[in-house]
């Protein structure tokens, strides 16, 4: 059977040859699908390539379908040839439909675009953004994407947009383009639109704009520089509709199409009449000279992907583009593809001769790919936001305390504290432009608006390739601004856990802070109570009898830097702090007025006493302490009230209104009122017992700490009931501009990366 309708086709085509170009064509087109229903009996045989044979039934079935469909064909051409009183165009047509082959020249049915099926979140609560922005610390998205392939086809991860808007860009590292898989096909150099073997027909593909056909390329007009109209390959003008999605380097080659398949171009003198009637098509003749730009391989890429049927571009004599439906391989030009690209100098641009190579292929999951790369980007972007806002809380913090406890000092007469204040001012400078460096914040605000315009692409058309170019250079964009944000953030991270000790833990808690708060109230408190006034320990006669209970101020090597933290929270501080450097006391302030103070010592080298005489102490709560006053928990109330006594604070102010202390030490709470303005300088009782610190220099000041209007009432809060965190509402300004928090639109936990 097959012998016998390939004989009658091949005599059909013989005898019926017509002096019209086209009608001769389609017989062509008809032995190449001849050609290859013959590589696929082969192949179902088991006769190509030492193949493994496949089900004998299967393949008699397939072979046997192959053949009355191409027996149908033939009978349908008969029929048109029979027909009287058909110009050539209408019986080209008829042959055309009846071989199941587009004409090259045709319009393309577009093809499907997938889109995203992701659904817009209702808004985020504060612990989903804390959550996604710890998925953003943990799993940044351009990391994840470098080892993530953008379909399942054998291609370079990184190879759609090596270009920013402005400037070239160094070049990516690709991979060899996937060989054919069959014998025939390699001998073609035809891609077919259905190759899965036993699968049945085996038609060039119709309507299949992606992949190449007979005839590709073969219908041309050239670029009208007079008339300023561009060219056109078949019905279509080029950088229009996009067919192809991504490309990879296949090699450095001396390509005989140039020469041999240069149909329109200066080569047509040497055109040798294809059997496929293909022809290359150039940039330089169909890109109106205004409008062409520096070569290098994706300029070259963006050009060919918008023509149809074209699955390879080349790039000849370092900087002539052009695309083609197949390459050959052939004898001739010496040397390498040394000359560098135009446009990109990195790139090279194939040589004398020599053909620069690139295969293309449609994967059609850009959209999906612009809303992983905005997921990505999104939980980026509020991971630096969660470090940015926290930096920014804690420098405010720093400046208000700063600005503040140096009009307190002068008003008391307190050298010490200026300096502290100069120094918290000094610390809060550098947070505050720590990310003010000319880049953070900018790549922010523009990543953020890539974002948000990745919102609106997604559903655009992306079979337009202007379309197609805005999702890529937005897909390039979530890659390299992420990683600018990203670091910007670590820096930022780095710093906050300096400025809070326990930024880190509080970060693990994945917005979740459920009992954290307390817990760590209560550990500040019992932290506490390992320190004692360092004027106290200074004088062991001293006793709590005495009405001479003061506050305190004290100078010496400073740890790291100063710290927005409580009484309790900067005694912990203290205490965790070992290595490299060991704290060995710390400053403590609080007032109504500005927000904690805490600086850390490593070495103390003098101290003042602040007494207020305007104040009158409580005696009978001064009392020595009793061995009852141990409480449950650890609690001595005994150090809760030489803390609070020395150091001016009341319990809330100290510990927090809903610490152990206060719950466990109701009565020494109870009496003791905290001052407008507390300061107190505590040392750690292990390096006092050690034989004292009898080189600190001390000083008696009797005037109250912050001036006369320095008086007791409980005005400091202390610690709030919840964990505070970073107002996220404002902005923060950065030269002329402002940067805000994001509005989330990709779908929450969209990717899942761990």
């Known amino acids: 059977m097959w012998a016998l309708a390939a004989l009658a086709v091949l005599g059909l085509a013989t005898a019926t040859r017509s002096p019209v170009a086209d009608i001769d064509r389609d017989f062509d087109r008809a032995s190449v699908q001849l050609r290859l229903a013959r590589s696929q009996a082969e192949r179902l045989s088991g006769r190509d390539d030492a193949k493994t044979p496949l089900d004998p039934k299967s393949a008699a079935q397939s072979l046997r379908t192959e053949v009355h469909s191409l027996r149908k064909e033939f009978d349908d051409a008969d029929t048109a040839l029979s027909a009287k009183d058909l110009s050539s165009d209408q019986l080209q047509h008829q042959l055309s439909h009846a071989f ?11 093809e499907p675009r997938r889109k995203s099926d992701m659904k817009v979140p209702a808004n985020l609560t504060a612990s989903d953004r804390w959550y996604l922005a710890e998925q953003g610390r943990k799993h940044p998205y351009f990391k994840v994407q470098q080892t993530t392939p953008r379909c399942d086809k054998s291609k370079a991860v990184a190879q759609k947009v090596k270009a920013a808007r402005e400037g070239p860009i160094a070049p990516v590292t690709q991979r060899k383009a996937p ?65 192809k999605d991504g490309f990879s380097e296949v090699g450095c080659y001396t390509d005989a199409m140039p020469i041999s398949a240069d149909k329109f171009g200066d080569n047509k003198d040497q055109y040798k009449g294809q059997l496929d009637d293909v022809s290359v098509v150039w940039y330089k003749q169909h890109i109106l000279k205004e409008n062409q730009q520096p070569m290098y391989p994706t300029r070259c890429y963006e050009f060919c992907r918008t023509v149809p049927h074209m699955v390879y571009f080349g790039i000849v004599n370092g900087g002539d583009c052009y695309c083609t439906p197949f390459y050959k391989p052939s004898a001739g030009a010496t040397g ?51 470090e940015a806002w926290a930096l920014n809380n804690a420098a405010n913090h720093l400046n208000d305390a700063g600005a503040k406890l140096q009009k307190v000092a002068g008003q008391g007469g307190d050298p010490i504290s200026g300096d502290m204040a100069q120094l918290a001012k000094k610390t809060a400078g550098e947070l505050e432009n720590e990310l003010k460096d000319g880049t953070c914040f900018q790549a922010f605000n523009q990543l953020q608006g890539v974002y948000d315009s990745a919102k609106a692409t997604k559903d655009l058309d992306l079979a337009v390739a202007d379309n197609l170019n805005k999702a890529e250079y937005e897909i390039y964009d979530f890659v390299t601004l992420s990683k600018t944000v990203y670091d910007c953030a670590k820096r930022a991270e780095a710093r906050n856990q300096v400025a809070n000790p326990w930024h880190s833990t509080i970060q693990g808690l994945g917005g979740d802070f459920g009992s954290f708060w307390s817990e760590h109230l209560n550990d500040a408190a019992l932290y506490s109570q390992m320190y004692v006034p360092l004027q106290y320990g200074m004088n062991p006669t001293t006793t709590l009898t005495d009405e001479d209970v003061t506050m305190s101020t004290c100078s010496g ?25 060991k704290c060995i006391g710390f400053q403590s302030y609080a007032s109504a007025d500005f927000p904690p103070l805490c600086v ?100 008696r000041n009797d005037r109250c700490f912050g001036g006369t209007s320095n008086s007791k009432g409980d005005a400091v809060s202390g610690p709030a009931g919840d964990m505070p965190v970073a107002d996220m509402s404002g902005g923060i300004k950065f030269g002329s501009e402002t940067a805000k928090t994001s509005t989330i639109w990709t779908e929450k936990g969209k990717l899942r990366r761990r």
Not at 194 to 219: F, H, L, T
Not at 353 to 371: D, P, R, T
Not at 642 to 665: H, I, L
Request: hydrophobic letters at 35%; a negative charge; glycine letters at 12%.
């Open 557 to 581: 090597e400073v740890i790291g830097e100063p710290m927005s933290l409580w009484f309790g929270e900067c005694a912990a501080a203290c205490e965790m702090t070992v290595f490299p450097e």
């Open 600 to 699: 850390m010592f490593k070495e103390f080298s003098a101290v003042s006493e602040h007494k207020c005489p305007e104040a009158k102490w409580d005696y009978s709560m001064l009392q020595a302490a009793s061995a009852d006053e141990q409480k449950p928990g650890d609690v001595n109330c005994n150090d809760v009230k030489v803390a609070v006594s020395y150091s001016g604070n009341s319990c809330d102010s100290a510990f927090g209104s809903s610490s152990n202390a206060k719950k466990e030490c109701g009565d020494v709470c109870g009496q003791v009122k905290g001052f407008t303005v507390a300061a107190g300088c505590f040392a750690s009782l292990a390096e006092i017992t050690k034989g004292g610190m009898p080189t600190v220099k001390t000083r």
């Open 336 to 386: 390498n593809c040394d000359q560098p690209c135009p446009g990109n100098p990195t790139d090279m641009c194939g040589g004398h001769g020599k053909s620069s190579i690139f295969e293309m292929h449609y994967c059609n999951n850009a959209a999906q790919e612009l809303v992983d790369g905005a997921t990505g980007a999104g939980e980026v972007l509020l991971y630096f936001e969660r």
């Open 100 to 110: 199941g082959v587009a004409r090259s020249d045709a319009p393309e049915p577009r």
């Open 179 to 243: 060989q054919h898989q069959s014998r025939s096909l390699r001998k073609s150099l035809i891609q077919l639109d259905n190759v899965i073997p036993g699968s049945g027909r085996r038609r060039v593909a119709q309507g299949g704009a992606s992949m190449a056909i007979p005839g590709a390329g073969g219908n041309q007009k050239l670029a009208d520089e007079g008339r300023s109209l561009p060219g056109h390959v078949g019905f279509q003008e080029p950088m229009k509709t996009v067919y």
